[in-house]
């Protein structure tokens, strides 16, 4: 096999190659995503209600594709760095094998678990019927999505984040095109209203699969794609998810979270709900860049972890986390500065003006330390320390999060509530730190072992 390019090209420029593109395409998703709110929110705030409470659903889903992606990104860059292509092929075969039947467990859940999912979080029936259509399309056609995710990750995982920037940026101008047009039925389309929203989604997710597979077809030339040869083998799918497993139960406490945090904040009122959906489009403009930056970093570390070659992976570390921080407190500046600009976006009220300004500003504050974080608990995944991911995650959000949320809500006072953000990010940056150095230590001894 010849050298891939994370194995001699400067760390500097690499990064640069690997991660940008991947930024660029995480950005035009995050636009998607404030884009798709803007237009549901001017059916009604209860349409925005509604499609903000279908957010833990669509993050579990998003979990679960992530978690998988980090598996077969991790392995595939690994076995590469190894100069072992079988194995990499069998990765990135049963790993596409496994999206097909995530998708068809989610499609079940679309199709009996939607609408008991929205009475769990509210009694007003308009709410409940608009978030039923709205999930139930997005869950019964999910498996889109799903091989989105695992076309795009081989893609990242050889090398080829260009492409990866290419099909994320066609779905979501799809989506962003046929938003408008089937949410309002413009130019003879239907009238659609939130359903429109999810038929756009999903159309966007098809168009950027099909291109990443044709990516993946005729430019990868590290990879096969033939589920034929290399079928589902119990080894692989343990190897997959024994890095995947922990990545997932982490983003998935991030849906327990929502979920708990909707049921505290429609107490106070449904106002509140629809301002936290609303941060959360927004703040994803800060940090899918970061997560961008960390698609382009994984595989790199990965690779030269394979490869023993540890001054490689350490300026990795080092630049990825200089880079984080530093968008991160670009975010902090700008929900400091324009909270209210942010929120008119989504045609907000003066109510939410009332709530949403005070909650950007407090919640803000743990951008500071978020960048640290995340990079932190990409470096464990990438190097094999996986659960480091997940203790930290269950701190932050279960141990932490909800439980202050919930006690600073019994003193009848919204905006204090917002401040439980901040203070799970302190205990998330404390364990990351203690972990982190943990994990170079035994890195730096694995890799000279290897190298001796």
């Known amino acids: 096999m010849e050298e891939n390019k994370m194995g001699v090209m400067p760390v500097n420029k690499l990064l640069i190659s690997m991660a940008l593109p ?5 950005l035009v998703q995050a636009l998607y995503n404030i884009v798709d709110s803007m237009f549901v929110a001017q059916i009604s705030e209860n349409a925005l209600t509604a499609v903000s409470l279908a957010f833990p ?14 598996g077969i990104n991790a392995l595939v860059s690994r076995s590469l760095g190894e100069r072992n292509g079988e194995r990499a092929n069998l990765i990135a075969n049963n790993g596409l094998l496994l999206y097909v039947l995530s998708g068809i467990v989610f499609a079940l859940f679309g199709i009996f678990g939607s609408r008991l999912f929205f009475r769990a979080q509210t009694s007003d029936l308009e709410i409940v019927e608009l978030g039923t259509q709205y999930l139930r399309i997005c869950c019964l056609l999910s498996t889109a999505i799903f091989l989105q995710f695992g076309f795009e990750r081989i893609l990242q995982a050889t090398g080829r984040t260009i492409y990866t920037m290419l099909t994320q940026g066609l779905g979501a101008i799809v989506n962003i095109i046929l938003d408008p047009i089937l949410i309002f039925g413009l130019f003879g ?3 659609l209203g939130v359903s429109g929203a999810a038929v756009a989604t999903v159309f ?9 597979c044709f990516f993946n077809k005729k430019k990868n030339d590290d990879i096969v794609i033939n589920p034929k040869k290399y079928h589902l083998q119990a080894h692989a799918v343990k190897s997959i998810y024994a890095i995947g497993v922990p990545s997932i139960c982490m983003a998935s406490i991030g849906s327990i979270m929502t979920f708990g945090m909707n049921k505290i904040l429609i107490g106070f009122t449904s106002t509140a709900a629809a301002v936290f959906g609303v941060y959360f489009k927004l703040q994803s403009f800060i940090f899918m860049p970061v997560f961008g930056l960390n698609n382009g970093m994984v ?26 921080m530093a968008i991160m407190v670009v975010g902090f500046a700008i929900f400091q500065l324009f909270p209210s600009t942010l929120l008119e976006l989504f045609d907000a009220s003066e109510t939410m003006l009332a709530i949403g300004v005070p909650a950007l ?26 659960v480091y991911s997940l203790i930290v995650s269950v701190c932050r959000q279960m141990v932490v999060l909800l439980p202050v949320a919930w006690l600073l809500s019994r003193t009848g006072r919204l905006e204090l509530v917002w401040w439980s953000f901040p203070i799970a990010e302190v205990m998330s940056f404390t364990l990351s730190t203690i972990f982190l150095r943990r994990t170079v230590k035994s890195a730096n001894e694995v890799m000279n072992s290897s190298a001796d």
């Open 299 to 324: 595989p790199i570390i990965s690779y030269n972890y394979g490869a023993a070659r540890p001054q490689r992976v350490w300026k990795t570390i080092r630049l990825s986390n200089i880079t984080a």
């Open 189 to 191: 389309a239907p009238k």
């Open 57 to 70: 659903a669509q993050n579990l889903m998003i979990a679960v594709g992530t978690g998988t992606g980090v």
């Open 22 to 26: 991947m930024m660029i395409s995480m």
């Open 361 to 386: 500003r407090i919640i803000s504050v743990s951008f500071l330390l978020a960048g640290f974080c995340i990079i932190a608990g990409s470096v464990f995944q990438a190097i094999g320390n996986p």
């Open 204 to 212: 966007g997710q098809i168009c950027a699969a099909s291109l990443a």
